[in-house]
């Protein structure tokens, strides 16, 4: 009970536990094909992380789905001030989805700047799925022998989220980002998501066991889910 209350403790004090107030995410059980809400949060340079602002402040586009069965407040948004939103991205319990496109943006001077920004000072995201939070990088800049190159950006334009589940239980996420795309303007970029769905040992008391490891971020965020 004392080790677990510490954990419990640890999460809180870093905003990363946000239960929520409706029957699936509530009590975290899940019948096939029940829908599964990606939440999206905050962005924000990784080197300050006080320094935040709502995902939707970079010029992102929204997935077609409109209509979700429901909204709640979660702990984070109480705690922290923040409004999760929807991601529009259609993701139901255990049925995988193979690479699909859901929105377009024209890339016009004002959103090419935004992006570049965003890049160049290292921006990072984060999203929650049943109150797993997830994270990954907006983009990065090209490298020249380890010389970042001025005015080469990329953006990564395709997130392919590995979801374990125990049971009727979510208790693993893991995002990979993909498709890397130069920052053009007039360019007109698609952004594309796909899910698979894995059986896990992991039990569910213990889903939250990796966010301790004080190597997690480095590790997960900026080397182990990102692939060329």
């Not at 029957?23 to 924000?44: I, Q, R």
């Not at 979660?74 to 001030?81: F, I, R, V």
Request: some cysteine; overall charge negative.
């Amino acid at each position: 009970m004392l080790r677990r209350g510490r954990q419990l403790l640890c999460l809180l004090a870093l905003g990363l536990l946000a239960p929520a107030a409706r029957a699936d995410e509530h009590n975290h059980v899940y019948e096939d094909g029940d829908e599964v809400v990606l939440w999206m949060s905050t962005v924000g340079p990784y080197h300050n992380r006080q320094e935040t602002y709502s995902y939707y402040s970079l010029p992102f586009c929204r997935g077609t789905k409109i209509i979700i069965n429901h909204y709640h407040e979660t702990l984070a948004e109480a705690l922290q001030g923040i409004e999760l939103e929807f991601s529009g991205l259609d993701i139901d319990f255990k049925e995988d989805i193979s690479k699909t496109e859901y929105c377009q943006i024209n890339l016009n001077e004002e959103s090419q700047k935004a992006f570049a920004y965003a890049i160049k000072n290292q921006y990072w995201y984060q999203m929650y799925i049943d109150d797993l939070p997830i994270w990954g990088v907006v983009g990065e800049m090209e490298n020249n022998d380890g010389v970042a190159v001025s005015d080469s950006y990329y953006i990564w334009a395709h997130k392919k989220f590995d979801i374990g589940y125990n049971g009727k239980q979510i208790v693993d996420v893991n995002l990979t980002s993909d498709n890397r795309v130069k920052l053009v303007q007039g360019a007109r970029i698609t952004f594309s998501y796909e899910v698979n769905w894995k059986k896990s040992n992991i039990k569910y008391e213990d889903r939250f066991e990796k966010y301790l490891d004080p190597n997690f971020f480095q590790h997960r965020i900026f080397y182990g889910t990102i692939t060329a």
